[in-house]
């Protein structure tokens, strides 16, 4: 009897979804809304060594994005930022690409942590003019039971992305250098 009590939880940790569909970050927006160029995504890639299909936890495991991939994942949620903020435009001078440098996702008996880096470059007419390395970390509220647990780490793992694009777009270099490369090519 004892066994059959216990089955659910086992079978919770079985599981193999997605990430969570991208939700844009309203600080983004805001961030994103007192600049007014238009920004294209270039290519994104992971660094070797990188989880970039998937992240285990407690037998667990999240998969990447609309191709399987964590580095696409970002790419497809830096699109969605500047979308909602009207300031995507795919053919645009200024281009954004990035490499995923860090990807982690763990879930404590009481906290649960992320952690996501990405080497950004922003490149105008395949000049780069703006190149760095951000890292966001995330904390939430875990549990020693796994059916709470491993659900929690899955749906807090875009947060992470969330913080790392908002580390992007705050940072004054990214936003001095989005201002220069926006003026025509002989300023």
Known sequence: MRAVRYLPLALVACVSPPAPKYQPAI???????????KLGVGKFSAAPGVSNHSLSVRGSALTGGSDGT?????????????????????????????????????SGVSTGTAAMGAEFALTRND????????????????????????????????????K????????????????????????
């Open 70 to 106: 964590f580095s696409t994942y970002l790419q497809d949620a830096m699109i969605s930022e500047l979308q909602t903020s009207a300031r995507y435009d795919a053919s645009s001078q200024l281009q954004i690409s990035g490499v995923l440098t860090r990807n982690e996702l763990s």
């Open 27 to 37: 600080g983004n927006t805001e961030l994103l809304l007192k600049q007014s160029t």
């Open 127 to 162: 000049q780069v003019c703006f190149k760095k390395t951000l890292v966001a970390d995330h904390n939430w509220e875990s549990s020693f039971i796994g059916a709470v647990a491993i659900p929690a780490a899955f749906t807090n793992y875009p947060t992470t992305v969330q």
């Open 164 to 187: 790392l694009l908002g580390e992007l777009f705050a940072d004054p270099d990214f936003i001095a250098a989005v201002r220069t490369g926006s003026g025509s090519p002989g300023n």
